[in-house]
């Protein structure tokens, strides 16, 4: 399957989606550079009811995929991590360091999307990490927080359609001990760049104040 045909197909059909699905790109005039001089996000510049991330219920069809549980934030932000780092490591569910925590929400995020948008017609959804980068915010020893940086690819298919594969997709995340924040690259990666900056383009998608 040629590569940059499927992934235009996919943006064209994320157009379409609702906005939780999409990831957050839309620069918010009330957050400005000033208040981001230290590289945290300040305390109060986002409320818990503001989070948005899919959470559909369980579709009716027992051949359909299920939704899944988000996982647990780390206890400590960098446990098993180097500042930097790059590797190829598979998601792992409720995980000790930053990296694996946020590789492991982005798939239950992208397969809870997937869920929310197709339903009972779910069949497959498959998820292959391509590489992850992970950079502290300040102390690389007792970091305020952490920027993960993801790229992977995706597979996915329902009932009616033949798989479908989105390559090289980019995701960048901001965590710190009372936020997550996500947004995602519109185009295709080519390595783990913090680019778009989810401190200033992301949504909240995980609160824990």
């Known amino acids: 399957m040629d590569r940059s045909r499927s992934r235009r197909a996919f943006l064209a059909s ?3 989606t609702v906005g939780v699905t999409a990831g957050g790109f839309e620069y918010d005039s009330s957050k400005t550079n ?3 001089e230290s ?5 109060g510049w986002y409320e818990c009811n503001e989070v948005t991330r899919p959470d559909p219920d369980a579709p009716s069809d027992e051949n359909a995929l299920e939704p899944r549980t988000y996982p647990s934030p780390p206890s400590s932000l960098l446990d ?3 500042g930097g780092s790059t590797d190829r490591s598979s998601p792992s569910g409720n995980t000790a360091s930053a990296g694996e925590y946020v590789t492991a929400f982005e798939q239950v995020y992208r397969r809870n999307a997937f869920v929310a948008r197709y339903g009972g017609v779910t069949r497959t959804f498959e998820f292959r ?4 980068r992970t950079s502290p915010v300040g102390s690389d020893t007792d970091p305020a927080a952490v920027l993960v940086a993801l790229v992977y690819d995706l597979t996915t298919e329902t009932r009616r359609s033949p798989p479908n594969d989105e390559w090289d997709i980019r995701v960048t995340y901001y965590l710190d001990e009372n936020v997550l924040l996500r ?3 519109e185009g295709i990666a080519d390595k783990p760049s913090v680019t778009p900056d ?3 383009q992301g949504d909240l998608v995980a609160c824990f104040q």
């Open 183 to 185: 947004a995602q690259y």
């Open 34 to 36: 000033s208040s981001l």
């Open 80 to 82: 098993g991590e180097s």
């Open 14 to 16: 994320a157009a379409t």
């Open 39 to 43: 590289g945290t996000v300040p305390d």
């Open 129 to 132: 990490l391509d590489a992850r």
């Open 198 to 200: 989810p401190r200033r």
